[in-house]
């Protein structure tokens, strides 16, 4: 693939992500006031929703993870196949676990990661993703808040990447290639 030929459509600017992310952030400072929180970060996709969103928390008793998702094949849809490359490394046991995702679309990535982490006897555990393809959705997810929700497009950039690529871009983009509509992998 020749990445330059890429096109790239700003569907969502690095104004309204911020905007949005502080909306989100003073929502959960109001929800977990002073509980024990644990924020996960889902890698790789969430890792600037998450350093955005985290650094606007005040809650002294947050603490922060990391988990690695990937679906199973780089270059296909989402099927179910999902395999855990990083796990977290605290403690969640009694504490509120808030998982942070870039993208849920079927919701299997996430199902797969709280029925992981549900074993180990959180408080409770809520997912706050930055885009909701709810419309595409086969299993259910507690997703409590979401950025955005986009039905359509195949969107790249602020954490989203199309084979790793795109990811560094500050707004969120739809990609679309001259001779083929790329898939979400
Ligand atoms: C993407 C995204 C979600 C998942 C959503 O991850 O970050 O984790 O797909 O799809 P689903 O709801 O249909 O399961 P990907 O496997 O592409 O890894 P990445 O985060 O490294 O981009």
Redesign the pocket.
Known sequence: MDFTKAILKPVIRQKEIEARVGEISASLDSLYARMPVVAVC?????FLFFSDLVRRLHNPFLEVDFVR???YGKDTR?SGH?TLGKDVEVDIRGKHVLIV??????????KFLVDLLAARNPADIKVVALVDKQERREVEVPVIMSGFSVDQGFLVGYG??YAEHFRHLPDICDLSMPEQTPE??
């Open positions: 889902v890698l790789k996709g969430a998702l990937s679906s989402s999902v995702e870039d993208i849920v679309d079927t919701g299997h990535s996430m989203m990447d979400r992998a």
